[in-house]
């Protein structure tokens, strides 16, 4: 017994060492980046590891000079109109891709997989053209609008490849029931389904926020006016021939990483230990 | 009556060949700018300033909106960086909108003008009722104008300018011997060496000291190459020679004092301003509009007594490389793009180039400006030196392709330094960058 | 082959209407009209319509060639280790007792720390100096100091240089990745880990504890059950992961281009950085579209036989 312990101790010192040793190579650009952002040019030019003083001024100043507050906003806006649709949108494509063999699925499913395969800075002009075209006939505009920052990107490959995945996985048992019990596909996919497939869900939307809040070419090409510009935008503000002044830069960084940092920490509380199948003969 | 229908012919072939370069299409012949009326026209402007330099340039477009007769109203917009502001170009010229001034890069000018994108400006220039005065056209400096003049078309224009200088460390050059800037390579060699074995009394890291921190980049062998009296490529623009004895004394000597240590290759960005500024690096070879970059890093480093001068040269005259972002005229309507060349023209005025420079850092184009500079130059002693040398000026090529020429001389560049026999690299390199030349 | 129900068929198309609309039009338009593109001479504006006169051109341009063949060894690179250390990752960090939350988030760091900071702090790093973490380091081991992402030579010829022999076949550098290569894809290992952690860990919660709780009770030892629940429950996230790296690593731009050194010459110049040269540096977008499309195809290819080999070696517990 004693033997027993002492190895299962050893163990979890090895896990955690591990992990802790590992660990200090993955924070460490994340720690440098909130200490540049307190240190004075000075500091990070002569490439100190603490800064002498705590610069708050930074902050103050990087949030005043790229007009972060209505950057912020934008951004949030974009991010959750962008996750909002790609949830919905994808899960309800995701299933019959899972459930439903209908004629023509693989077809869909490569086609949709093949609109991930095309690099960025190729479709671009396409799509600039198409947005053009759009904001001539349509009611709404979508130059400078929201439309044009929110709904190309309210359908993702990737979140309907993930959720497929995940749905494919529940077993056919919890959709006999369900039919039994009167149940068509909608009632199953929003009523079962989807509870089960919280984790999924709530990754797809973490990385959808995490891409739009990121993003950064196409919000400059579809928007002239600072009207809906996002934050990312903000950062590029203090990139300039002049010197980068990487103080200012850093202290934008953190203020744009935050909000993605707090919705990881959020959502990774759900991932726990294995979900519940009770009320189901295995 | 003659005049402008010379003119209006002139507008009329260069658009003809304009369009006999590559688009399916000719654009429409231009009016003449004479007969033309910009009363209450809308200008949009992109660029990629930002900041000091962005609040600078509004004030100054704010300030053209209230005073114009004309009632030309410009608005001036952030577009991003270079490259963001070459992809909006990209999309607008096929069939989104274009602005009516951008700005622009000379090889990038070059590609707009292919797809009919803007303008030529001499018309706009030398129109009577609109263009420029003998005097002021005189009062620019002429090579700058040329810089962005391809194949007889004025294809973009210069408000401010930059150049690669010498930065060097005089308190550390005092204590090596020598109380004013190398003058010629030879000097330059010499101080690299015995800073190496010298390092500064004030430097942060007494153990590290190098004469020079080499930058991989087709503009510092420019610097170097035309300093001794060479270039890349013949005044034609229409042939490269890259095995010339200047581009060879340049490599050799770099090669040379690399294996004595005295120089180092650069290996990480804004690592030769760091290390300047913390007293370890004795030359520095760079653009003039990082002096307030550099300004900072002595000051918040070692705190020496520093100064720029021409990059070291042989022969009679320095020969100093300049170059920098130019604004190019968007085909709108001629309304529009006489509005903007109005604009245009205020903006480069002497009063409004000093009003400029002194926000920007950046070099103004006419030589008038000097008068509203005093006190400018007054506290940055640097900049006038550096501005004082504008005359010397001399341009990188501008051949079209040049851009996919800078990385082959880039790669040559770290070949070179590799070790690499230079006579075979130098042929290779210039067939390669004449490739880039033939028609496709 | 069992006859589907029209109706059965029709909730299918219905379900997937509003997604296929948009992928539609923003995803499959796109490209048809790249493809469009690399058919004309297009150097910003379209001009004559060429036919295939680009994609003949890039069979016989170095650059492609070179650029398959630093994406191929991009890809060999990062995804086996990806996969491999995040699986491991993930199921430490689904079971730990202690600091979940902190050590989750901790590993997740590299991939939301904007690129700008990271690549900042990974050149410092890896800077060729010798004073240098890495260099320190692979001092300490007796190697000799390296210039790491300036480094074009591949790392065979660097071994062969450790053991002595001074000259050495030109294939030798050209046939296997630089060290400026290698230098990229530990940066991108990095950076991937904790984004490939973070999907398994969503896996990993997918599994119904009564398997686990059954195998204890027959008397399953961690290994055991790892090898016959975890993996093969995890199947189905482990073929998303590997085809989304696929993709996701021959497409890879942003992570590569910030660490682009003129030392590294084209060694780091995957198929994205070349055609983003084209666009941005030869100002040819309908060449650089063709290029586009033949990465697409050998994408496509890739996936699909990927999708032959491991898809069916996939559980989905039905």
Partial sequence: MATERQSSRGKRWLTYGGLGLCGVAAGLPFVWMVLASFMTEGETLRRVLLPEQVQWTNYALAWKEADFGLYFKNSLIIAVMQVGGTLLFSLMAAYPLARIPFRGREVVFVGILGTMMVPEMVTTVPNFLLINWLNRYSPIPWLNNWPALTIPFMASAFAIFLLRQFLRGIPGELWEAARMDGAGHLRFLFQIALPLCRAPLLTVGMFTFIGSWNSLAWPLLVTNTPEWRPISVGLQQFVSEAGPEVHLQMAGAVIATLPVLLVYFLIQKEFTEGISLSGLKA | ??????????????????????????????????????????????????????????????????????????????????????????????????????????????????????????????????????????????????????????????????????????????????????????????????????????????????????????????????????????????????????????????????????????????????EFGSGQLLFAIGSSSGLPFMKRAVNSGAKFAWGVAAVPYEGERPVVNVYGASVALCRTTPEQQLATWLFLKWFTEPEQQARWVRASGYF?????????????????????????????????PTAPGYETVRRLVQNAMVDAMDGAQLDPLLNRLTRSANATLEPE | MKKIPLREQAIAWGFLSPALLVLLVFGIWPIAYALYISLHRWRIKQEAFIGVDHYVRALSDPALYNGFKVTFFYALGTIPAELVLSTGLACLLFKILRGKGFFRVLYFLPYITPVIASAVVFRTLFSPHPSSLANRFWGFWGFENQRWLYENKSVVALGLKALGFSTYPAWVDTFFPSLALVSVILYNIWVYVGYNTVILLAGLSAIPRQYYEAAEIDGANPWQSFCQITLPLISPTLFFLSTVAIIGTFKAFNHIYILRTPGARDTTDVLSVVIFDQIFQNHNAGYAAALAFILFIAILVLTLVQNRVLGRRVFYGD
């Avoid at chain 2, 012919?9 to 003809?16: D, E, F, Q, S």
């Avoid at chain 2, 009326?37 to 660029?47: S, T």
């Avoid at chain 2, 900049?383 to 341009?395: N, R, S, V």
Wanted: aromatic share 10%; with cysteine; charged share 20%.
């Fill in chain 2, 1 to 274: 009556m003659r005049r402008p229908r010379l003119q209006r012919w002139l507008a009329w072939g260069v658009a003809w060949m304009a369009g006999a370069c590559g688009s399916a299409s000719p654009p429409p012949p231009q009016p003449s700018p004479d007969e033309v009326d910009p009363q209450g026209q809308a200008v949009v402007f992109w660029y990629q300033h930002t900041r000091e330099r962005e609040s600078a340039l509004q004030e100054m477009i704010a300030q053209f909106n209230r005073e114009n007769p004309h009632n030309i109203q410009v608005k001036g917009e952030y577009a991003g960086s270079y490259s963001h502001i070459y992809n909006k170009m990209l999309v607008g010229l096929q069939g989104g909108s274009l602005p009516q001034l951008v700005v622009a890069y000379q090889n990038q000018a070059q590609v707009y003008h292919s797809a009919d994108g803007v303008v030529d400006l001499l018309p706009y220039m030398n129109s009577p009722k609109w263009g420029l005065s003998p005097e002021a056209r005189a009062d620019y400096i002429e090579s700058l104008l040329e810089q962005d003049r391809m194949r007889g078309i004025q294809m973009a224009f210069p408000p401010n300018r930059s150049m690669e200088i010498l930065y060097y460390n005089a308190d550390w050059l005092r204590e090596l011997g020598s109380d004013h800037p190398p003058r010629n390579w030879e000097e330059f060699a010499q101080f690299c060496r015995r800073a190496k074995a010298q390092p500064f009394s004030k430097a942060a890291n007494p153990q590290r000291a190098v004469g020079y921190l080499l930058d991989m980049d087709a503009s510092r062998l420019a610097a170097m190459v035309f300093s001794r009296g060479g270039d890349f490529i013949d005044p034609a623009q229409s042939e490269y020679n890259f095995n010339t004895p200047e581009v060879k004394a340049a490599l050799q000597l770099l090669v040379k004092l690399a294996e004595e240590g005295a120089v180092e290759v650069l290996a990480e960005p804004n690592g030769d301003t760091r």
């Fill in chain 2, 364 to 396: 103004p184009a006419r030589r008038s400006a000097a008068a509203g500079l005093g006190a400018y130059f007054a506290e940055n002693p640097n900049f006038q030196i550096a501005y004082g040398l504008l005359d010397y000026g001399k341009t990188e």
